[in-house]
């Protein structure tokens, strides 16, 4: 008989092991799916985690992309992991996302064609204001209403994937764009570009941003009171308010912070890599950057690391699409199967398993 | 615009289309919630609901066999789920947004090659003598069997949980894992059941809008329906009656916003088409406004992980 006795506090062992046994795990899973499609699986693995990074033929062009997919993940997923580590579920980041480029890229086109070095600060601003407004409509309904904040930031994709298509095809449309919906490409206006900062690296600011929030989100939880509170909230709500934690005060700071970073994201996306406010501007960072936080244990290094290895399976997965005919969804399914294992693996860290004997009683 | 064209007797009829799905999965999601759990995996078990009962009813030809593949789709999807929570004791919240993120990618990859195909129509049932009535017999009696099903569902979930003694058992895991287990009921064994249930009747909403709402296949077509179903639970604190009712509400505010596009209305379509999310939104802050009546409601053990410390 095996049972599963509670630690006191969870295994640091487990912790740090479990995301390295779930990614193992999801590759052997992953592998026996691509072989139910038809795909040689070593072949389809080798493809999506080794030749963009080591196979000389794509590496250059995969390299810098690792950077550039990567730097909206961690930039999302630490802030949600602060929420997460709080129990304050924001899983809107969609459409926090969504909020950040739209303000940011509106700055940029109302300034459209000034060339000044004022632009750009101002757009990222704006791209930060409004993914915050938007995470803080479902903090302020939690805060005064007792509303669940899971379903409203969700409900509140939808609608601003709505207010999306009606931007990009109305108020920001590209006046010279001949009709076809979406906005003037920001790649082309040099006042407000978010241009690599180290030729060929895939290095831009909104990584870089990414890399300064790590450190940060590192500082704000290990040396600050108020991470202190964030992580004593989440492990006794009890004791916090003991400790004197206001919730509403944890509420506004997390789901605004998380807002302000995915609309960071945003705003460094359109101005960069996508250059412009379209209908399928957003390709779901918001929902693969809380695989990150979980698989980065909710910690700011692991995030970062997480994210790298999130962003090379979005490259190997495009890579696999064209040198394999490996569709695209299988990547999605693969991602969602790495939260599975995780979870399920989990239970080390939290549990002991011990093998009972039974007693005559 | 010319809202003259907006006939009200179709407006009803095609409310009670379009609000099935939703009730199909917010009364499963119900039963799971009843029984203390918390499965924000809607969405996912819908999709591979939808999936699996359209690839099947395409193969066979039978959406009878569709809806049948969809009940065991759905439930297979939440048994990860159930093992998950139950056995290997995670976060309810957080695999059930894994199940959600999986679902969406599985069913977009068993979907491939099935887009731009049309489904076997569902048989309509004409019930006799009634659905000849005037103005209500258009209305209310001549559906597909799927309608009178959902609605057979309500009432049967609204039974067992008032008048059974499985009903209060499982009401008893829901209110206090603790206590149920003192007194000797399996509560892993009866929330997985639950959560088995609530999976089934998610694929079965799934279905119902590829093969008869829609009917078609498109990469993540549920479009939040799952998520609604969710605050449908929430809106009708927990009381099947209710669940019909929220269901109803917002088939009716999706399909007066789609007629109200038909029609031309000077609001633009996008402003439209976030409707049923915004007044979703405005129903959970109503709802929960009131606080001490949404905390009584509740089952006091929802969400919490149970685990018989001996």
């Not at chain 1, 412009?276 to 390709?283: G, L």
């Not at chain 1, 294992?341 to 039974?358: A, E, I, K, M, P």
């Not at chain 2, 819908?46 to 593949?69: H, K, N, Q, R, Y």
């Not at chain 2, 009535?133 to 008032?162: E, M, N, T």
Request: glycine letters at 12%; charged letters at 10%; hydrophobic letters at 55%.
């Amino acid at each position: 008989m095996i049972r599963l006795e509670k630690r006191p506090e969870p295994s640091r062992f487990w912790t740090a092991v479990t995301p390295v046994l779930a990614v193992l795990t999801t590759m052997i899973a992953g592998g026996v799916l691509f072989a139910m499609l038809g795909k040689d699986p070593l072949e389809s693995i080798r493809t999506i985690f080794w030749d963009p990074l080591f196979n000389a033929q794509f590496a250059d062009f995969a390299r810098p992309q690792l950077l550039v997919k990567a730097g909206p993940l961690i930039l999302i997923a630490l802030g949600l992991s602060l929420g997460f580590r709080a129990g304050i579920w924001n899983i809107g980041a969609e459409g926090q996302y969504i909020a950040g480029a739209i303000c940011g890229a509106g700055v940029a086109l109302a300034f459209y064609p000034l060339d000044s070095w004022i632009v750009f600060p101002l757009m990222v601003l704006a791209g930060a204001l409004g993914g915050w407004a938007w995470g803080m409509i479902p903090a302020l309904l939690k805060i005064r209403f007792g509303t669940n904040e899971i379903l409203v930031s969700l409900m509140l994709v939808y609608v601003a994937e709505q207010f999306l298509a009606s931007m990009s095809l109305g108020l920001l449309r590209n006046p010279e764009g001949h009709g076809f919906p979406g906005s003037r490409n920001l790649q082309e206006y040099p006042a407000a570009a978010n241009t690599e900062i180290i030729a060929g690296t895939g290095m831009h600011w909104g990584v870089m941003t990414a890399f300064l929030a790590v450190i940060a989100a590192y500082v704000l939880l290990n040396r600050h009171i108020l991470g202190f509170h964030i992580r004593l909230a989440g492990q006794s709500p009890r004791a916090a308010r003991f400790a004197g934690v206001s919730p509403p005060l944890l509420v506004a700071f997390c789901l605004g912070t998380s807002g302000a970073l995915a609309g960071l994201a945003g705003l460094f996306e359109v101005a960069g890599p996508a250059g412009q406010i379209s209908i399928d501007f957003n390709v779901g960072y918001g929902f693969t950057a809380i695989i990150v936080a979980f698989l980065g244990r909710l910690h700011p290094v692991g995030i970062l690391l997480a994210g790298l290895l999130m962003a090379l399976t979005y490259i190997g997965g495009e890579l696999a699409q064209f040198m394999l005919g490996l569709p695209a969804a299988a990547i999605q399914a693969f991602q969602g199967m790495l939260l599975f294992f995780l979870l399920g693996f989990d239970v080390f860290s939290n549990y002991r398993v011990r093998r009972v004997t039974s007693e005559v009683a | 615009m010319d809202l003259s064209a907006i006939n009200p007797l179709v407006l009803v009829a095609s409310l009670m289309v379009a609000a099935t799905p939703i009730l199909l999965a917010a009364i499963g999601e119900l039963v799971v919630e009843k029984a203390g759990v918390l499965n924000l995996g809607v969405e996912g078990m819908m999709i591979t609901g939808a999936i699996c009962g359209f690839a099947t009813a395409v193969e066979t030809g039978s959406p009878l066999l569709g809806f049948l593949a969809a009940f065991a789709g759905g439930a297979a999807l939440s048994l990860v789920f159930g093992v998950l929570t139950q056995v290997f004791l995670s976060n309810q919240v957080a695999t059930g947004l894994a199940l959600t993120l999986f679902g969406l990618g599985l069913s977009s990859l068993m979907g491939q090659g099935y887009t731009g195909i049309k489904p076997p129509p569902t048989a309509r049932i004409e019930i006799p003598v009634l659905a000849d009535l005037p103005v209500v017999g258009r209305i209310l009696f001549q559906h597909d069997w799927v309608v009178y099903a959902s609605l057979l569902l309500v009432a049967g979930v609204w039974a067992f949980l008032r008048y059974t003694r499985a009903g209060l058992v499982l009401r008893a895991v829901g209110e206090s894992h603790d206590a149920a287990h003192a007194l000797g009921y399996k509560v892993v064994r009866i929330r997985i059941l639950a959560i088995l249930f609530g999976g089934a009747c998610a694929g079965l909403g799934g279905a119902y809008i590829s093969l008869v709402r829609v009917p078609q296949w498109t990469d993540g077509m549920t479009s939040g329906a799952g998520w609604i179903a969710l605050a449908i639970v929430v809106f009708a604190s927990w009381k099947a009656p209710r669940v019909l009712l929220g269901a109803y509400l917002f088939g009716g505010v999706a399909v007066l916003q789609l007629n109200l596009q038909a029609a031309g209305i000077a609001i633009p379509v996008e402003y439209l088409s976030m409707a049923p999310y915004l007044i979703t939104i405005l129903v959970l802050v109503i709802m929960s406004a009131d606080r001490s009546r949404a905390a009584l409601n509740a089952p006091a053990s929802l969400g919490r992980s149970f685990h018989a410390s001996s």
